[in-house]
């Protein structure tokens, strides 16, 4: 090997130290100090062609050089020896790999532009395939979007309605239980509407078995109007709150412990539109 080339490759290991150091100091991934110096000699190989005989000593030359400045000039010590001298190893290893099956094989590294064509096709493709994912995501937002802002305005609509028809009822002291209540109420009506609920509770009638029944869906064996129905729901829910002393999210909580979870959601989500649209 000519003692020229060996003298660049070994000050060559200067610049590789100093951007080893830096990236390390900016980042404490391993996989850096394992990858980066094969990246380096590829580099050098494609700008300086000359250099390119046994390159993969320069990042042996590195690692020798790095370590003995850390230990001995430095008089740094690793926390974890075992972990260093792998990623040593690897690094190495890795380049000696890189210049045996490929820099040793080609007599110019940079890629030559009949080389570069399928590459750039691939690239092409890629691309097409990020922006059609991009704009796939963009109308699925959109589209979560337009259900939710529909939801929103059937959620009030419905609370005006049954505010309309049932405030007389619904007129607990305690606010949240309030609007709990009418969110329970637009969520079961949207679940089952009037009418399967009508054919449900006229089967539970004939067959005396026991059935949901009025628009909060309360197991009965006997009919119940929705009138009966919200009493009783509203003294059930002013009962927990006294049980428990406890107020606003912890008392949903408590009172929708039973629903699914997918329910649950849904009647927080009519309750949070509620609260919301009674602040304007």
Do not use: C
Not at 232 to 242: C, D, G, L, R
Not at 249 to 277: G, H, P, R, S, T
């Amino acid at each position: 090997m000519d003692i020229k080339i060996l003298i660049f490759q070994i000050l060559l290991t200067i610049p590789l130290t100093i951007i080893l150091n830096y990236i390390e100091n900016k980042n404490k991934d391993r996989i850096n100090s394992i990858i980066i110096p094969t990246i380096y000699i590829i580099l050098i190989a494609a700008l300086f062609p000359s250099l390119k005989q046994n390159i993969f000593l320069i990042t042996i030359f590195e690692v020798f050089i790095r370590n003995f400045y850390l230990t001995t000039i430095l008089n740094k010590t690793s926390n974890d020896t075992k972990s260093l001298i792998i990623d040593n190893i690897l690094s190495m290893v890795l380049s000696v790999l890189t210049y045996n099956y490929f820099i040793s094989q080609v007599d110019l590294v940079i890629p030559t532009p009949e080389s570069i064509k399928p590459f750039l096709w691939f690239l092409i493709f890629v691309y097409i395939v990020y922006i059609i994912r991009i704009a796939s995501k963009d109308s699925n937002k959109l589209k979560r979007r337009k259900a939710e802002k529909r939801a929103k305005e059937y959620t009030i609509m419905q609370y005006a309605k049954l505010k309309t028809k049932y405030s007389e009822l619904i007129k607990s002291r305690n606010g949240t239980i309030n609007v709990l209540t009418y969110a329970i109420m637009i969520h079961n009506d949207y679940k089952k509407p009037k009418l399967y609920r009508k054919i449900s509770e006229y089967i539970g009638i004939i067959t005396k078995r026991e059935t949901a029944y009025s628009i909060l869906q309360i197991p009965s064996y006997n009919r119940l109007t929705d009138e009966e129905a919200i009493t009783m729901t509203i003294n059930k829910f002013e009962s927990i709150q006294k049980e428990n002393n406890v107020k606003d999210k912890e008392l949903i909580d408590l009172i929708l412990k039973d629903e699914q979870e997918e329910d649950k959601l849904d009647i927080i989500a009519a309750y949070n539109d509620i609260v919301e649209f009674n602040k304007k």
